[in-house]
């Protein structure tokens, strides 16, 4: 017979999907942290009373604008924005900006939902927001993504600053969409808040590491992990998706612990090299030349390059990181990888796994590490990178990249902590999600339910 805490958590969903038709992934986070979060309000009921999860399931705003720009042939085009402030009562709102054409609200609300619980893992005072535009930068000259970034922010700079939301950079917003955001946004203001967005360029705020944060802070949870059980990434073979910021850098880090990265993608297709992916050639390939993956073959000619992304993970593997996107790992996929041999798994992107994918691995035993805990490390550095504006100096690579993995060896051991603690030992999902809400449902309940 299903408890109290069960059916007011079903009950809680079926309105959460009436209230927000047609946006699955929204649908899907919250369902994965309802299911979590069980135990948690059969243990304490007065969660329930106080309507507490009511409130974190429901954004705080949610902003929704035109972005009118003129591309290079003088013609007027219209991209619809978004940022979404779902929770801020740990801190100010705190999340990236994306510009892909896959946006529009249900994926805002998503990122923003899943960023509340990620921050508040982090152990900063940050809370969760998400923004961005149904823009595709891609084929994009310099002056039309800076024109458009401009009219973005001549809508958003209204709903940010350093002490209410901090946006940051995501799929889409690197370094260059930053700084021409941050330029419009100083215009604007007429003043130099460094701290209303992170992910600047080091000329003008912005932190060392920060680059490189998403992936190092996925490793160094996965590190994590798997020493716990016995493990390390020496003489490992690993799967990486994507090639964006995200997976560069994991594939950097799991380079330098010792693993063996034979496979990468981009959303054309992805490559797979049995002598290792070279992470220098990839880098040019991504990071100055903007190319696509098949390129990497011109300079390694051994390596294999297959459309379609799904097909990387057919790759026998001993570990996982899927860094590309949402839902990119299906249940299918998930079978493949455990029959193969699999033996963990680590979110770097935002909820690559579908949920009948995560319940796959938790069953078969794999390690498994979900994104609001393993790739937390970007947003803790962006924190880290608002501390350093606010003391107005800058720490060394070192330093930052110490704190950084500080950050995510907490991380583990309280989502860990909270796993065993509410009988569901070494199963991440569920100790990732409690840990996270226990801090944000104490702060509302204190600050009186706002």
């Given at each position: 017979m299903a408890t109290n805490a069960q059916k007011y958590c079903e009950e809680l969903y079926a309105r959460v999907v009436e209230r927000n038709a047609n946006e699955p992934e929204f649908h899907q986070a919250v369902q994965e942290v309802l299911e979590s979060l069980v135990c948690v309000l059969e243990r304490y009921p007065e969660y329930i009373?106080?309507?507490?999860?009511?409130?974190?399931?429901?954004?705080?705003?949610?902003?929704?604008?035109?972005?009118?720009?003129?591309?290079?042939?003088?013609?007027?085009?219209?991209?619809?924005?978004?940022?979404?402030?779902?929770?801020?009562?740990i801190g100010p709102y705190k999340g990236g900006i994306r510009f892909h054409p896959s946006v529009y609200g249900g994926i805002m609300k998503f990122l923003g939902f899943e960023q509340v619980f990620k921050n508040s893992l982090t152990g900063l005072p940050i809370g969760g927001a998400k923004g961005g535009a149904d823009f595709e930068p891609k084929g994009k000259s310099d002056a039309e993504v800076m024109r458009f970034c401009q009219s973005f922010m001549t809508e958003l700079y209204r709903h940010i600053g350093q002490d209410v939301d901090v946006p940051a950079g995501d799929i889409g917003v690197g370094g260059r969409e930053v700084g021409y955001m941050f330029g419009q946004y100083k215009r604007i203001k007429n003043a130099y808040e460094a701290g209303v967005l992170t992910g600047k360029g080091l000329t003008y705020g912005g932190s060392l590491a920060r680059t490189q944060a998403t992936g190092y802070g996925t490793v160094y949870f996965a590190d994590e992990m798997i020493r716990a059980k016995g493990m390390s990434f020496a003489g490992k073979t690993v799967l990486v998706s994507g090639s964006g910021n995200v997976a560069l850098y994991a594939t950097q880090k799991v380079q330098e612990l010792g693993g063996k990265v034979v496979a990468m993608s981009d959303s054309n297709g992805y490559v797979y090299d049995p002598d290792g992916i070279c992470f220098a050639t990839m880098k040019q390939l991504k990071e100055v030349e903007r190319g696509r993956i098949s390129e990497y073959l011109k300079q390694r000619p051994n390596a294999q390059y297959h459309k379609g992304c799904s097909g990387i993970w057919t790759i026998p593997c001993d570990i996982a990181l899927p860094c590309a996107t949402q839902n990119e790992i299906t249940e299918a996929d998930a079978r493949i990888l455990v029959k193969n041999g699999c033996k963990a798994v680590a979110e770097g992107a935002n909820m690559p796994t579908d949920l009948a994918g995560t319940k796959v691995f938790i069953e078969a035993g794999v390690l498994f590490a979900p994104g609001k805990a393993s790739n937390a490390g970007g947003v803790a550095t962006s924190a880290l990178e608002m501390t350093q504006n606010s003391m107005r100096l800058a720490w060394t690579f070192e330093e930052v990249d110490a704190k950084l993995k500080n950050i995510m060896v907490n991380i583990y051991k309280n989502a860990s902590k909270a796993a065993e603690e509410y009988g569901h030992k070494d199963n991440l999902v569920v100790g990732a999600n409690i840990a996270g809400f226990l801090k944000v449902a104490e702060a509302m309940k204190a600050q009186g339910l706002v």
């Open positions: 009373d106080l309507g507490i999860v009511e409130r974190m399931v429901e954004p705080e705003r949610q902003i929704i604008f035109r972005v009118p720009w003129t591309d290079d042939l003088g013609k007027v085009q219209i991209n619809r924005g978004f940022r979404i402030q779902f929770n801020s009562a």
